[in-house]
């Protein structure tokens, strides 16, 4: 088989200036320049924030070829232990995504199902973060550069089902990190900036209180995110937010509900309540602003 070893060379390309790196995984990651990190065993594969690699960790024996067993694609190169089998499956991407950024949710949830559905079919350790890959660069492991494809989620997706919603453990490791945390935050934010808009807070004082909420989501999973990614993401839906709801806006709103005068609307909700079914009040927004953002898709 032709080994091209062009993959290597973008691999080492598309590293992080000072990646996370580390020789044995139980005495814990250190950042070096990525001329030295490459000469450990273990390396961070992606830059932080973005996507360029999936990465799948099987701890089975004879566990390199589970990609052709599946009828998976052809994987960018797998790097296997040669004491007991176990191996990475590494997928490069054709267009890469960042994971802290509001406006790429939706390649984020996409991505996000790809991966669940990888894992599933592969076997994959479903405890493994992802942030960690065994080094292709290192001579440790057997690697085998299977071809030098790069492929859009679009390909990746037509090999899995992914048609079943993804379960509680797979929202909470890999991407489905970034998906949950994006749809608790972004959510929680549409009711909590009226609060600020009424204090007249600063954008300051905005963001520590959705970054507090981030982190607090992030408490639940197993397996964290970094720290840098969490600013990030509280940074993207802070300002996301704050952009969209002005003073104005919200003074627009208020002034709409006192015309009202406080009438009962005569159209009761489809299940039969008295409680208002009008999204919009629940938000705090105005109803045109709800409808564009909904129409955009980003708004549920």
Same mark, same amino acid.
């Given at each position: ?14 590293? *992080? ?40 960790? %099987? ?33 490069? %991407? ?18 996000? *199902?790809?991966?669940?559905?990888? *894992? ?22 057997? +690697? +085998?550069?299977?071809?030098?494809? *790069? ?58 209180? +959705? %970054? ?57 909700? +489809? ?30």
């Amino acid at each position: 088989m032709a080994q091209p070893a062009i993959q290597l060379d973008i691999f080492y390309d598309d590293l *992080a200036n000072k990646p996370y790196c580390t020789e044995y995984l139980e005495r814990g990651l250190d950042i070096l320049p990525k001329r030295e990190a490459i000469k450990r065993r273990y390396i961070q594969g992606n830059q932080p924030c973005m996507v360029n690699y999936l990465f799948f960790d %099987l701890d089975h024996a004879d566990s390199v070829l589970a990609w052709h067993t599946e009828n998976l694609p052809t994987p960018y190169w797998t790097a296997r232990n040669p004491e007991n089998g176990h191996c990475h499956i590494c997928y490069k %991407l054709e267009t890469p995504f960042p994971t802290t950024e509001i406006a790429s949710i939706k390649p984020i949830r996409y991505a996000s *199902a790809i991966q669940a559905a990888y *894992a599933k079919k592969l076997g994959s350790d479903t405890a493994y973060s992802r942030l960690i890959t065994k080094n292709p660069l290192n001579r440790h492991w057997d +690697v +085998v550069l299977w071809s030098d494809q *790069a492929y859009s989620l679009d390909y990746l997706a037509d090999f899995v089902d992914l048609n079943d919603k993804l379960t509680v453990e797979e929202r909470n490791l890999g991407l489905g990190r970034n998906c949950t945390i994006f749809e608790v935050v972004r959510h929680w934010g549409y009711r909590k900036i009226r609060e600020h808009i009424q204090a007249k807070s600063s954008y300051k004082a905005w963001f520590n209180a +959705v %970054l507090e909420r981030v982190l607090k989501e992030n408490e639940q999973f197993p397996e964290p995110l970094q720290y840098a990614e969490l600013q990030q993401i509280a940074k993207s839906i802070a300002k996301w937010i704050w952009q969209r709801f002005s003073e104005e806006d919200f003074s627009a709103w208020q002034a709409k509900q006192g015309a009202k005068g406080g009438k009962k609307s005569k159209r009761l909700p +489809v299940d039969g309540s008295e409680a208002s079914t009008k999204p919009w009040e629940a938000l705090g927004i105005s109803r045109a602003w709800y409808y564009r953002q909904k129409k955009k898709g980003l708004l549920e």
